[in-house]
């Protein structure tokens, strides 16, 4: 299956990203993805490249997800991430244990004391826990949760660019490598016909600032080809002390034999 998808919102975040999975045999999946995403100048002011890698292998009704991912822009932030997750899966019900290693690297530069400038880049490393659970409550309906803890070795409030750093946990786009204390979400998708309508909210926190940052968002996916779905999702986001606004995108999902 490859999926094609973009994303913007009304302070001029843009995101870009395909995806590939490949099955391999019955019960394993391999996933790449490459995407781009990027904020303004009066915002974190990033164009960060992303490069995940993962599999997916299942035994009956338990399985397991390995992925290593790359994401930055050279002169402002780059993380590497490996992570890995095991979940029971017996069918109407599906709960998921998540944990995730990240190195971070803030480059930045100092002026010598003969005017000259030094690079240099400083470093950290960040720990995060996750449960993710899906239930059936009824013939058309699926119901998701979740929640992810977040610890960092540093105080992340002595790092340079770090007042702009955070002003990537004020846009769905470029939330997911934000500095953040934890996340939660609730989700509820409804089978309409051949159609899937997906409404979600959720609430993160700035592990800077204590700011919470607030989605709302619903997405419909539909056919609209023998071996092509389109979804359309629109959200809201509110921060506490950043204007969020709207965001909408479109991903395009192609399947194979």
Not at 81 to 99: K, N, V
Not at 135 to 157: F, P, S, T
Not at 193 to 213: H, W
Not at 214 to 242: C, H, K, M, Q, Y
Request: aromatic content about 10%; overall charge negative.
């Amino acid at each position: 299956m490859l999926g094609l998808g973009a994303q913007v919102d009304e302070e001029e975040s843009e995101s870009l990203l395909g995806t590939l999975y490949v099955g391999v045999g019955s019960s394993t999946w391999l996933t790449f993805v490459a995407g781009q995403s990027s904020s303004p100048a009066d915002r974190a002011n990033i164009e960060a490249d992303t490069l995940v890698l993962g599999v997916d292998h299942r035994f009956d009704q338990v399985g397991f997800t390995l992925e290593a991912e790359r994401w930055g822009d050279p002169d402002a932030l780059e993380t590497e991430d490996l992570g890995g997750s095991i979940y029971f899966d017996p069918g109407r019900w599906r709960i998921a244990f998540r944990y995730e290693a990240r190195d971070i690297e803030i480059p930045f530069t100092l002026t010598g004391p003969l005017g000259g400038t030094l690079r240099r880049d400083a470093q950290m490393s960040a720990d995060s826990l996750a449960v993710n659970a899906r239930v059936a409550i009824g013939e058309r309906w699926q119901l998701y949760v979740g929640l992810a803890e977040h610890d960092y070795d540093r105080d992340l409030n002595v790092l340079p660019r770090i007042e702009s750093l955070n002003l990537l946990s004020t846009s769905t786009l470029t939330l997911a490598n934000s500095f953040l204390d934890y996340q939660r979400y609730v989700a509820v998708e409804r089978e309409l016909g051949r159609a899937l309508l997906n409404v979600r909210v959720s609430t993160d926190r700035s592990a800077l600032d204590g700011s919470e940052f607030e989605t709302a968002e619903a997405g419909v996916l539909f056919p609209i080809g023998n071996r092509v779905d389109l979804e359309v999702n629109l959200g809201n986001g509110r921060s506490e002390f950043f204007d969020a606004g709207w965001y909408g995108g479109l991903l395009f999902l192609v399947y194979g034999r």
